[in-house]
């Protein structure tokens, strides 16, 4: 199992727990998300907070790692605690435990990004996906379709805490 040595992230007796700071990038009724060579599914930009790293100052880093451009926190939108098993990729098989805080960004007006992304499971691919399209799409996290109404998303106001436990 591969991954950052600066993550706050451990694996211990066959799980593995993880910090993690996500983006919620709008553009144009289109969600950014992001796959990758091993992967069948859809997530989001994000990645782990290292430690002694804030998670607004994670998300800001990944998401100019994985876009290649910077973009500004709106606000907080989510905490969101995971519970999951990895059926895919180099943590195969592995229960996770994952929190993430998840940031919604300011729109900057273009769908235009620079992505050269990796991650252990290989080359990151970066999509637009529209509004009306994710329904058919794969996607993780799922409870971001909550928000998602009559082709826009709506966030409320305030920090939502969501629970998904897939074990």
């Not at 991954?3 to 694996?11: A, Q, Y």
């Not at 799980?15 to 709008?26: D, K, S």
Request: net charge negative.
């Amino acid at each position: 199992m591969e991954f950052d040595k600066n993550d706050c992230c451990f694996v211990r007796d066959g799980n593995r727990f993880r910090y993690r700071a996500g983006a919620i990038i709008v553009e144009n009724g289109c969600l950014l998300l992001v796959t990758n060579d091993a992967s069948d599914y859809y997530y989001s930009v994000g990645g782990g907070v290292h430690i002694g790293e804030t998670s607004a100052d994670a998300v800001v880093r990944e998401v100019k790692e994985e876009t290649g451009v910077d973009y500004e926190i709106d606000r907080l939108a989510v905490v969101h605690e995971n519970f999951f098993c990895t059926d895919s990729g180099v943590n195969k098989g592995l229960i996770r435990h994952e929190l993430s805080l998840f940031y919604l960004m300011k729109p900057r007006g273009t769908q235009e990004i620079h992505s050269d992304s990796y991650c252990p499971d290989g080359k990151e691919f970066l999509e637009w996906v529209p509004f009306n399209k994710l329904d058919k799409v794969r996607f993780y996290p799922e409870f971001l379709r909550e928000f998602l109404k009559d082709g826009k998303l709506c966030m409320p106001d305030g920090v939502v805490r969501k629970v998904t436990n897939d074990l």
